[in-house]
């Protein structure tokens, strides 16, 4: 990569020659509003983005999404059903008998903090296959 020209990142040589350039900053940390920082930040954007794209990360799957919300946060399935408004509608959520609505999704990213990304994928089938 050249030094002083910072260009979209096409291949693993640049993506390489990229990372060797970053690492620099991690030792002497430029001062902000230097353009050493400015080069810094725009490093590391062209870094992202060319990962973002070459290894994207898909959103879990809705359900793992909610079982593992509920497991860091101490939540029980009671808990959901207050939530979601019964007991018996949050077991049919969690076994994929009932799909999630706008509203519960909306009520599980506003109260419990679970990405929307998360919450509005399609649904997967009891195989773990998805559904659309």
């Known amino acids: 990569m050249a030094k002083n020209l910072i260009r979209p990142i096409r291949s693993e040589t640049e993506y390489d020659a990229a990372l060797k ?57 009671a808990d959901l059903g207050r939530l979601l408004g019964s007991r018996q509608r949050a077991s049919d959520v969690l076994t994929r008998k009932r799909p999630l609505t706008m509203r519960m999704a909306w009520k599980l990213y506003r109260e419990w903090d679970i990405p929307a990304e998360a919450l509005i994928a399609p649904p997967r089938t009891r195989g773990g296959r998805s559904a659309a």
């Open 21 to 77: 350039e970053i690492e620099q900053y991690f030792e002497n940390e430029p001062k902000p509003g230097t353009p050493e920082a400015d080069r810094f930040d725009l490093l590391a954007l062209v870094i992202e983005d060319y990962e973002r794209k070459r290894w994207p990360i898909k959103p879990p799957d809705t359900i793992d999404a909610i079982r593992y919300r509920m497991e860091t946060a101490g939540y029980t399935q």
